[in-house]
């Protein structure tokens, strides 16, 4: 069980000198988790957890300042934005630690998400507590092999979730109910070959499909590549990434105000070749890696 005690102070001032004194407050959270775990028999595990989650925003998610991402659209952050809570219940089973299946149940009050409003003949993309978020899931993970020299790992998740969502701002006044089913998943495989040759591909496939006030439509890649080991440490590797050129990424926003199509593509098609050699004493083990009580502070900072 952990308690944690917050105090927020903040105060912005603008190019003029002009200040703007936020609302201060503070507040005391409890955040409980209760993980079990059953051993039924040898290579055999029930497991089950239940947890209270906070996600804080970023601080520049906070900065009030509006900026210009091109000629028609723009990002303002939200200097009222709360952390959000999440209630997740999960439970699964494992076999030898490594395959594993799960069902997982979250309830998240305070989403945060960045909603696109119109603003004039153009749009503003502005983080907001945008409501609520219930999510069911299932996923299966599992190494499998094929033979002695062929090794495969996949990963199959399908997902429901359900947003209700309040637009409350730049002049929009809404409720919005939206569902939809999901799917995330990935697969690998590795065939190790003679004389330190190995041969590899992989491939994943995301469908987020409604949330907010969003539609998108599905995205995946596959990848290919080949290995080969020179001596005891050294290790050439020739890789080729989104091989069939797939990572094309499209959304619709969809409001009372706002009809709005987004399509992205980068250059996510490319070659590489590394060279790899280890050195040092392998008899040494590796630096445990401590942390501290920081980490999820440090990382509400972003570029």
Not at 47 to 69: E, V
Not at 280 to 298: A, C, H
Request: net charge positive.
């Amino acid at each position: 069980l952990r308690a944690e005690a917050t105090s927020v102070k903040g105060k912005a001032r603008n190019g003029v000198g002009a200040t703007d004194n936020r609302p201060d407050t503070s507040y005391i959270n409890l955040f409980p988790s209760l993980y079990v775990q059953y051993n039924v028999a040898k290579d055999h595990q029930l497991l089950m957890n239940l947890s209270r989650r906070i996600d804080r925003p970023t601080y520049n998610d906070q900065n009030p300042f509006m900026y210009s991402l091109d000629a028609f659209n723009m990002e303002q952050g939200n200097p009222y934005l709360r952390p959000q809570i999440s209630y997740v219940a999960e439970a699964g089973y494992s076999y030898k630690g490594s395959a594993s299946l799960r069902l997982r149940a979250t309830h998240t009050e305070g989403f945060i998400d960045q909603i696109t409003y119109a603003f004039g003949n153009n749009t503003v993309m502005v983080p907001q507590n945008a409501g609520t978020r219930q999510q069911l899931s299932i996923s299966l993970s599992a190494p499998v092999p094929i033979g002695r020299k062929v090794y495969t790992y996949l990963y199959a998740e399908p997902f429901y979730q359900r947003f209700r969502t309040t637009l409350q701002s730049f002049g929009a006044s809404q409720q919005l109910n939206n569902s939809s089913w999901g799917f995330n998943s990935y697969a690998s495989v590795n065939v190790e070959l003679k004389k330190g040759w190995s041969l590899s591909g992989s491939g994943w496939y995301n469908f987020q499909n409604r949330t907010t006030i969003y539609r998108s439509l599905p995205i995946y890649s596959l990848s290919t590549g080949c290995a080969k080991k020179i001596g005891e440490k050294w290790n050439l590797r020739f890789v080729i990434n989104d091989v069939f050129n797939n990572q094309r990424w499209q959304q619709t926003a969809s409001t009372e105000n706002l009809q709005l199509t987004t399509y992205r593509k980068w250059e996510s098609r490319n070659a590489t070749i590394s060279f790899a050699y280890k050195f040092g004493n392998k008899k040494i083990s590796n630096v445990r890696e401590r942390q501290g009580g920081n980490e999820d502070e440090l990382g509400r900072l972003k570029n």
